[in-house]
């Protein structure tokens, strides 16, 4: 590649860390060296079992907590009861210190990685949701896009990606609930949620 550009795969709609999977596939499949950071999750959704052992130029970092986070605003009372088991809750604009950390250590892990130029690909998975629960700021992700080596290409996942960032990328793809069995209480399915 002679030039590497910034992706964006955000939207309400299920399949955006599956089709930076299936992107990161065809880059090795081409021999491109490709890193994932995941900003929210842990190691212990099914793709870690196959993807950490899929070649040697496929690299993959979970920096995320076993339960996902969000403020108390963004989950309605009923959705609350349900989850308050699976969640961490946390009052807008005061997120956990921890989590905050965590991001940050992503946000240095992608800084080296996108500037230092040793990866064709660099995936930057849910942070969006990063910083829409405020554990990275908008200015931290321009200044690694800002030094991003030129060959490299990155793509950044999850749901409500900043309209800075969506001005500032080159492709960025919406995908758009319709129809989702979660509305019929449906919980993430082991191999095809989580």
């Given amino acids: 590649m002679s030039k590497g550009y910034v992706q964006v795969y955000t939207g ?54 076993p339960f996902f986070i969000a403020d108390e605003s963004s989950i309605p009372a009923e959705d609350l009861a349900k989850l308050k088991d699976q969640v961490v809750i946390f009052p807008p604009g005061n997120p956990p210190a921890e989590y905050v ?48 080596a030129e060959k490299t290409e990155v793509v950044i996942t999850g749901r409500n990606a900043p309209a800075e960032l969506m001005e500032r990328a080159d492709l960025v793809t919406e995908m758009r609930e319709i129809k989702h069995y979660y509305s019929q209480g449906v919980m993430a399915r082991k191999g095809i949620e989580n």
Wanted: aromatic share 6%.
């Fill in 12 to 65: 309400a709609g299920k399949g955006k860390t599956t089709a930076a999977i299936g992107l990161a596939i065809r880059a090795l499949g081409a021999g491109k060296k490709v890193l994932m950071i995941q900003f929210m999750k842990s190691p212990s959704y099914s793709e870690h079992r196959i993807l950490s052992g899929i070649s040697p130029n496929f690299r993959i970092e979970a920096i995320g907590k």
């Fill in 101 to 148: 950390e965590l991001a940050q250590s992503g946000i240095g892990m992608a800084k080296e990685a996108l500037s230092g130029g040793d990866y064709d690909l660099v995936i930057l998975d849910e942070l969006n949701v990063a910083m829409h629960f405020g554990l990275v700021a908008w200015t931290d992700v321009e200044a690694i896009i800002d030094e991003k």
